[in-house]
């Protein structure tokens, strides 16, 4: 049996949302411009990083966000 505290917990990004208080109009854009479907579970980092890359990104489009 495999080391289990190595492993990141995963959540629902909904759960994400609620645990890190995104904003709805930012959870549903960050959601576009990666693809994600509704029930995506992801880790606690990657949702917070491709949160961060959504909000930071050139509000024209310029920048694709792909997780």
Known sequence: MGNHADKEECAAIELLKAKFGTR???FEG????????AGRVMTEKDYQTAVKAFEEAPIDGREKIVQ
């Open 24 to 26: 709805d109009a930012v």
């Open 30 to 37: 960050a959601k576009m411009a990666n693809g994600w479907k």
